[in-house]
């Protein structure tokens, strides 16, 4: 086994924690519990804290009494919307490698590009939704393969490591493979949640051995018939496959060109007193930023939504970075890919346009305090982009 860099274990650390928390039984198991009944979770337990608030916010919809409602951080209003819209942490698969037998489900080329650019899921019509899984863009090669032995340890790294075919017959016969024994289902996400896109996360050996119903993962579950395909066409679909994200990937990062340009186009006015006291109390809250830029983490280490925090990310980098990042949210989400930067908030929808549009204007205005005091004037990254 390699050996790992303490920035590359704490990396690797940082993925294990955050995967157990959402998608491995430990998710649901607290620490220890309060006096009304509800869970201490950890910082990456979000499905666990998150499952438990669904619970209480459906009773209190419901008008059932819920002793553990006392102690909730969330208002009347949001309780509302959580118990008829779940948040996204709540579809995470349970256990969808490790501790079972889907040890092809992967290569590393497929896993790491998975990691890196998640994908999202796009209907019939073309419209697409972000990603929903937190992205690990600086994910080094070294800490890949330990991650993956983690994942699943009885592979041996090098029996699995294959490199996707990007011979241009190859890709031409997959899609006519595709055409003809796939696209029922997997054109677009609805009936299997994977298009073309999604199903580059899976290598050739899974591809071949799933559409065969040769795999021992099988459950009563499974809605796809058996199709059966060569292992000649399996490689030749994977090809097809990768090909579809990369041509994915190159649009949407032509696509993010634009940013700077949007940010011209958009207001300058001066900020209200209002507008000011919802940027600095409101706004990280609203949108959900505190779920991960307020707990312990990476997020946090980053940015830190206390006032202080903010004033100081504004004051140290260049603030039109924070408005790029929503915007590529809502980029991501149109593409149904995750961008090389990830854009923000990384697990769910876009802001609104709206909160963009004051981003942008406070931005403009010197990222005001709520005592109207310029912090970042002299930003000279962010004034190249305000001429």
Not at 111 to 138: I, N, V
Not at 181 to 209: M, Q
Not at 212 to 217: D, E, H, I, R
Request: glycine share 6%; hydrophobic share 35%.
């Amino acid at each position: 086994m390699l050996s790992l860099s303490y920035e590359s274990q704490a990396e690797v650390d940082t993925l294990i924690s955050e995967c157990q928390g959402c998608h491995t039984d430990n998710r649901i198991v607290v620490e220890e519990r309060f006096s009304n009944g509800f869970g201490k979770w950890t910082d990456a337990q979000c499905f666990g804290c998150h499952q438990e608030i669904t619970q209480i916010a459906v009773k209190f919809n419901s008008g059932e009494k819920d002793k553990r409602y006392f102690s909730l951080p969330v208002s009347d209003t949001k309780l509302k919307l959580i118990g008829h819209h779940a948040l996204s942490y709540l579809n995470a698969p349970l256990n969808p490698v490790r501790h079972s037998a889907k040890r092809e489900r992967f290569d590393r080329v497929s896993l790491e590009g998975f990691l890196k650019r998640p994908f999202g899921k796009c209907d019939q019509s073309g419209s697409c939704q972000a990603p929903t899984m937190m992205a690990y863009p600086k994910l080094s090669k070294q800490s890949l393969e330990h991650f993956a032995q983690w994942l699943a340890p009885s592979t041996k790294s090098s029996s699995n490591n294959v490199t996707p075919s990007d011979d241009a017959t190859a890709t031409l016969v997959g899609e006519t493979v595709f055409e003809r024994k796939c696209a029922a289902c997997h054109r677009d996400s609805v009936v299997s949640g994977y298009n073309t896109v999604g199903l580059s996360l899976f290598s050739e050996r899974w591809l071949f051995k799933y559409a065969n119903k040769l795999s021992t993962t099988d459950t009563p579950e499974r809605n796809m018939p058996t199709v059966a395909i060569t292992k000649a066409e399996a490689t030749q679909l994977a090809a097809f496959f990768n090909i579809e994200r990369a041509n994915q990937e190159r649009q949407l990062d032509n696509s993010l060109r634009d940013i700077p340009t949007i940010f011209k186009q958009d207001e300058s006015s001066p900020l209200s007193k209002g507008e000011r006291f919802y940027l600095w109390k409101r706004l990280w809250r609203d949108n959900s930023c505190v779920h991960c830029h307020g707990i312990e983490g990476r997020a946090n280490r980053a940015f830190d939504t206390s006032e202080a925090g903010i004033t100081r990310w504004v004051t140290t980098n260049d603030p039109f970075d924070l408005y790029a990042r929503l915007v590529t949210r809502k980029k991501e989400s149109q593409f149904g890919i995750g961008a090389k930067r990830p854009g923000m908030p990384m697990t769910k929808p876009p802001v609104p346009m709206e909160v963009t549009s004051l981003i942008s204007r406070w931005i403009k205005n010197g990222c005001v305090d709520l005592h109207n005091e310029v912090l970042c004037k002299n930003n000279k990254l962010n004034n190249k982009k305000v001429k």
